[in-house]
T-cell receptor, first 113, second 111 residues
């Protein structure tokens, strides 16, 4: 997906394990976001970063930490994974070509067993 | 009440038909509005922005009614490739905008 790259695409964790989801963009946008998507719940904002060096909590931040390493990269860390964190995780940046919508990465499918 | 509400469907519509989706939002201060499309096991992609005067993009027409806090999407002459989930999305402000997503309406076009 041009513009936003997420890694890994799939991951299975055991309860209590930790991992970091990576997101990198080549669009030179300031704002970056992490969402999770669960059936029947829609996309819910976990954390966002309005600019390099700043991060803020979204709707469902518990159990997660983030790092805005530089303008390009915004990572999401699960310190001690729980089955309730089984979800599809999407990184997003603000639009392109002047549009104010978001551009999403292709997602990370995480299963915690 | 959810911030953005949509009929989850599914809508099963014959090819060539016209189909309409509706969405309501609760925050009267909302400033920006979008329809996104999401294919199965893929990321959401922007379909179109929604402007106060209404706007059209080919077979797709979006309308906004601020008084009723209501957004609609009309698809004419539906194609098999239109099968997807359609997400209604609302933004709270123009500055550091955070978007709120509806849970989506699933559409299947039947040959």
């Amino acid at each position: 997906n041009a513009g936003v790259t997420q890694t890994p695409k799939f991951q299975v964790l055991k309860t209590g394990q930790s991992m970091t989801l990576q997101c990198a963009q080549d669009m030179n946008h300031n704002s970056m976001y992490w969402y999770r998507q669960d059936p029947g719940m829609g996309l819910r904002l976990i954390y966002y970063s309005a600019s390099e060096g700043t991060t803020d909590k979204g709707e469902v931040p518990n159990g997660y930490n983030v790092s805005r390493l530089n303008k390009r990269e915004f990572s999401l860390r699960l310190e001690s994974a729980a089955p309730s964190q089984t979800s599809v995780y999407f990184c997003a940046i603000r639009g392109r070509q002047g549009a104010v919508g978001y551009t999403f990465g292709s997602g990370t499918r995480l299963t915690v067993v | 009440r959810k911030e953005v509400e949509q009929d989850p469907g599914p809508f099963n519509v014959p090819e060539g038909a016209t189909v309409a989706f509706n969405c309501t939002y609760s925050n009267s201060a909302s400033q920006s509005f979008f329809w996104y499309r999401q294919d199965c096991r893929k990321e959401p992609k922007l379909l179109m922005s929604v402007y106060s005067s209404g706007n059209e993009d080919g077979r797709f027409t979006a309308q906004l009614n601020r008084a009723s806090q209501y957004i609609s999407l009309l698809i004419r002459d539906s194609k098999l490739s239109d099968s997807a989930t359609y997400l209604c999305v609302v933004g709270s402000n123009f500055g550091n905008e955070k978007l709120t997503f509806g849970t989506g309406t699933r559409l299947t076009i039947i040959p």
